[in-house]
Structures are given as structure tokens and as C-alpha cells.
């Protein structure tokens, strides 16, 4: 099958009524686009576990804040495409702002409690701008499976927290961090770094696989799990720190010892780009 280019909800609707006609199962990887080897692992998984692959490339300018990178996020439209295709998605919904957002939209979903951490608390609005694209991406393409990076562990959280209290038809995969060889997660905003920022960036992987390491050896204080993650990551001159937080895992609650599984998450500027990264701790590995 050629790659399809949906750009209407009517033609997306029409493609997902075919598809089912046939039998076909779904699976949704939903992206803002300048797509790397994150993205497209996303959509090998999806491949590899149904029949139909739709990836959405729109950048969803609600969940961008008043002084962030909207309009300088990074668009690629016909590199994606062919990124896509070559492993082998079967169509692009590509909507406008427009066409998702019409004159008198008036509804938002709004997902409390863990997003009231983390990105949610750096970033107010932005989950509650995800969960709204993601409930219409998902009444849109109605997936069997949507699948999401674990690099954006809190938003995945929240996704399924939202899918399963909305008594959502589908099931939400989050997929492992994609990293370079250096140990830096893929993201589209490592097109920001000049070459000294993007080694300073490697700060972050290091610093989690220290406190990997001392939960390996017996520790379990988390405050000290947490200082030691701060003090490796501010001995790097660039490194802005937003926020470096450990929570238990996946309810985001607040806990003073690691007695199953956390989420060590940072957020972290160099320069003018913020990246974030996480990793789950766990007694068990």
C-alpha cells in the first residue's frame, strides 16, 4: 500500500471505516513530526502489532506555553513522509490547526492529580492541551493500540490514566527510550544543542545510571537518590536544572523510600532547549 496524506477528520474517518470493513486492526503513533529513530521505532512496534499503521503529524499548538517554541518547532513535512513509509506506515494524518481547532471550540480534557508534577507543574496547561489532541486523535482514527515513547513517561501516565477512566476502546503501549550511542534519548529538540551543549546534555543519562547503579547497591532514601542525581547533573557549567524529582511508579505519589518501582524524571535547559529525560527505578533490577 502507498503512504497515504489525510489532511481532513472526513477522509481520516473514511480511510478508518475501510480498514475495518477489511478486518484490519489499527495502530495510532501520534507525533508533532521532525521524526528520528524514536518516532520510527514507535511505528516498527506498531507495524509489527497491526495490520494498519496511521501516524498523525500535527504540531498542537495548545500545548505549547505563551513564551515557548511553537512556532519554531522544528517541521519536516516531507522527510517525515518519507521516514514513514520506509517503515511502512500506511497514512499520515496531517490536519491543520484549523481543522482540529474550528471557529467555537469550546471543550478541553482535563486529567488531575499526576498532572500536577513535573511538566504539569513547569508547564501549566500542557497536559490538559495532550489530553484534549489525544482524545480527538483517538475518537478520529479509533486505534486497536496507540503507541507512545517512554521518554515522555509522565505524558504516557497520564494517557493512560485518561484512556482508562473514559472507558476508552483501546490499549496505550508505551515503548522504551530510543538513546544514541553517547546515552542521550532522541528527541526533536536535539536539533536546538550546538555540539558543546549536546555533550553537556550527556549529563542526564549519566546521572541517572549513577543512581541506577546505588539502587543496585542498597539504596533506597530517596532524598539521597535525588541529590546525588542534582549534584552530578550541576557540576556541568551548562546545565540549567527545571526540575529533577523521583515518584513512585506509575501513580506519581510521593514517597521517601524506594520499596518497588520510581520514576527518577529531570528536565534540564542548556542554553535556550529544555530536554527531559526519566528512568524507572526499580529494587528488583
Given at each position: 500500500m502507498m503512504l497515504k496524506i489525510i489532511e481532513t477528520v472526513k477522509d481520516m474517518r473514511v480511510f478508518v471505516q475501510d480498514a475495518r470493513r477489511a478486518g484490519k486492526t489499527i495502530g495510532l503513533v501520534p507525533t508533532m513530526g521532525a521524526l528520528h529513530e524514536g518516532h520510527?521505532?514507535?511505528?516498527?512496534?506498531?507495524?509489527?502489532?497491526?495490520?494498519?499503521?496511521?501516524?498523525?503529524?500535527?504540531?498542537?499548538?495548545?500545548?505549547?506555553?505563551?513564551?515557548?517554541?511553537?512556532?519554531?518547532?522544528?517541521?519536516?513535512?516531507?522527510?517525515?513522509?518519507?521516514?514513514?513509509?520506509?517503515?511502512?506506515?500506511?497514512?499520515?494524518?496531517?490536519?491543520?490547526?484549523?481543522?482540529?481547532?474550528?471557529?467555537?471550540?469550546?471543550?478541553?480534557?482535563?486529567?488531575?492529580?499526576?498532572?500536577?508534577?513535573?511538566?504539569?507543574?513547569?508547564?501549566?496547561?500542557?497536559?490538559?492541551?495532550?489530553?484534549?489532541?489525544?482524545?480527538?486523535?483517538?475518537?478520529?482514527?479509533?486505534?486497536?493500540?496507540?503507541?507512545?515513547?517512554?521518554?515522555?513517561?509522565?505524558?504516557?501516565?497520564?494517557?493512560?490514566?485518561?484512556?482508562?477512566?473514559?472507558?476508552?476502546?483501546?490499549?496505550?503501549?508505551?515503548v522504551p527510550t530510543v538513546r544514541d550511542s553517547n546515552g542521550l534519548a532522541l528527541s526533536s529538540r536535539n536539533a536546538y544543542l550546538s555540539p558543546e551543549e549536546t555533550q553537556a546534555a550527556l549529563v542526564l543519562s549519566q546521572s541517572m545510571q549513577m543512581a541506577a547503579q546505588a539502587v543496585k547497591k542498597g539504596e533506597r532514601d530517596i532524598a539521597a537518590l535525588r541529590e546525588m542525581v542534582c549534584n552530578t547533573i550541576q557540576a556541568e557549567p551548562r546545565a540549567e536544572i527545571d526540575y529533577v524529582e523521583i515518584y513512585q511508579y506509575p501513580d506519581l505519589q510521593t514517597t521517601a523510600t524506594l520499596t518497588d518501582k520510581a520514576l527518577l524524571a529531570l528536565a534540564v535547559r542548556f542554553g535556550k532547549t529544555r530536554l527531559i529525560d526519566n528512568m524507572i527505578l526499580s529494587v528488583s533490577n
Open positions: 520510527l521505532t514507535l511505528m516498527r512496534e506498531a507495524k509489527s502489532a497491526c495490520d494498519i499503521v496511521v501516524a498523525s503529524i500535527f504540531v498542537n499548538p495548545t500545548q505549547f506555553g505563551p513564551n515557548e517554541d511553537f512556532a519554531a518547532y522544528p517541521r519536516k513535512f516531507e522527510n517525515d513522509c518519507r521516514l514513514a513509509e520506509g517503515v511502512g506506515v500506511d497514512a499520515i494524518f496531517h490536519p491543520q490547526p484549523a481543522e482540529m481547532y474550528p471557529p467555537g471550540f469550546a471543550t478541553s480534557v482535563n486529567v488531575t492529580g499526576i498532572t500536577d508534577k513535573l511538566c504539569g507543574l513547569s508547564r501549566p496547561g500542557h497536559f490538559q492541551g495532550v489530553a484534549t489532541v489525544v482524545t480527538k486523535l483517538f475518537n478520529i482514527v479509533t486505534p486497536d493500540i496507540a503507541f507512545f515513547g517512554q521518554k515522555d513517561a509522565q505524558q504516557c501516565l497520564v494517557i493512560q490514566r485518561m484512556a482508562e477512566d473514559l472507558n476508552m476502546n483501546l490499549k496505550i503501549n508505551m
